[in-house]
């Protein structure tokens, strides 16, 4: 790893000097050029000199905001510096995405193996989303979970012969759409007299034979939920 410099935004004592001895004793090309405990301390630090990483925490002075705020001021004025979120925000998984997309090259929790040599390496050699072991169990679950809800989604889709207007229909009815108001979608070429022959159609395809009578929109939705035809997570409607 060829020698940078780097800047320390953490507003812990205790924990700013337990990241400095990681870069002393593991990183020993990295140099200091200093540390800032507020965004206040940090601007001034950064037009003296600019570092080649900034290492950031996300919560300073109790706010879980100013880091991601400071993230996306920083790709703005230094587009070429490297970012590196070092953080103890282990459960606040959305401030994980908006550092993201303010423009961080990746994100070490404050847990498990800590900061270490190899993840700093990756970074400063371009690597982007460079994660812990801790935020990439959260992210495999995740993706773990994806998968499968899509899988069942598709495997629903076949085995009921559910085809884009069913989607369509049943994902509007899911949001509170009256049978008027999803006759009117642009996408949606039937009308009222047809939609209420497709939602018997659909009870008949979805809920089996001694279970139809008293079937109504809510509980096709229901089931419709409970089969993983539509996602309770995709629930939007489409342009009017």
Not at 11 to 25: C, N, Q, W
Not at 90 to 111: C, F, H, P, S, Y
Not at 125 to 145: M, S, W, Y
Not at 217 to 239: N, Y
Request: with cysteine.
């Amino acid at each position: 790893m060829q020698p940078f410099k780097v800047i320390i935004v953490e507003d812990v004592k205790l924990e700013l000097k337990g990241t400095e001895e990681i870069f002393r004793t593991e990183i020993p090309e990295a140099e200091v050029l200093g540390t800032a405990m507020s965004e206040s301390e940090l601007w001034p630090l950064m037009r003296q000199q600019t570092p080649d990483l900034l290492l950031l925490d996300l919560g300073l002075g109790g706010s879980t905001t100013i880091g991601v705020d400071i993230c996306r001021q920083v790709r703005s004025k230094y587009p070429a510096m490297k970012i590196l979120i070092f953080t103890g925000e282990i459960l606040n998984e959305r401030l994980w995405v908006d550092v993201l997309q303010a423009g961080a090259d990746g994100i070490i929790l404050k847990t498990g193996e800590l900061l270490t040599r190899n993840d700093v390496r990756l970074v400063m050699d371009g690597r982007r989303l460079v994660f812990n072991q801790p935020i990439l169990e959260k992210i495999v679950a995740r993706f773990k979970k994806s998968v499968i809800s899509e899988a069942r989604r598709t495997n629903a889709v076949i085995d009921f012969d559910i085809d884009e207007y069913d989607e369509r229909f049943l994902r509007h009815l899911a949001l509170g759409y009256t049978k008027d108001m999803i006759s009117a979608l642009r996408g949606m070429p039937f009308g009222v007299k047809s939609l209420e022959k497709r939602q018997v159609d659909l009870i008949n395809r979805l809920f089996p034979e001694g279970e139809r009578a008293g079937v109504n929109a809510t509980r096709l939705v229901v089931r419709a939920l409970q089969l993983h035809i539509i996602d309770l997570d995709r629930l939007t409607p489409d342009d009017e």
